[in-house]
């Protein structure tokens, strides 16, 4: 390769590289959300789909959150109170978060979660996110949470 092809290769790259650095400023990253290790999920999430999988990581981590959500697949017949207790049957003495299987098979409810960790994600309050859900899903069925003070 002669010397002027080296320079215009060599100019063409800083070129680039001044290019690539001015273009829009980057979009801040969304809302980290906190998730459950996978590992510590019982075997049937584990073997579960992975959009059923990370709604479930997200329950376990995050019961202040689902727990202000409601579900609409008609739940409420098996004394859920919220969309946590579709994938949370409750605790034992020590703490340790016994799963319910309900949402492996309830496209409903892994719906809801995976809206609300959007929502959550782009900063949207549980509370923003609640009337989201009441309006989105109510076709589906009663809520399991009462509505309003």
Wanted: charged content about 15%.
């Amino acid at each position: 390769m002669s010397a002027t092809k080296r320079i215009l290769a060599l100019t063409l790259v800083i070129f680039i590289g001044f290019a690539a650095g001015c273009g829009p400023a980057p979009v801040p990253a969304e809302h980290e959300l906190a998730m459950a290790a996978m590992a510590d999920m019982p075997h049937e999430v584990q073997q579960a789909p992975a959009r059923v999988g990370a709604a479930y990581q997200f329950a376990f981590a995050n019961p202040e959150v689902l727990s202000q959500i409601p579900c609409y697949c008609g739940c409420v017949t098996q004394g859920h109170k919220s969309n946590y207790d579709c994938y949370v049957s409750g605790q034992n003495a020590s703490g340790r978060i016994a799963y319910d299987p309900h949402a492996l098979t309830c496209l409903v409810c892994v719906d809801i979660t995976q809206d609300s960790m959007r929502l959550l994600r782009a900063g949207t309050t549980p509370g923003e996110i609640r009337v989201y859900v009441d309006v989105t899903y109510a076709r589906y069925g009663p809520s399991n949470m009462p509505t309003g003070p």
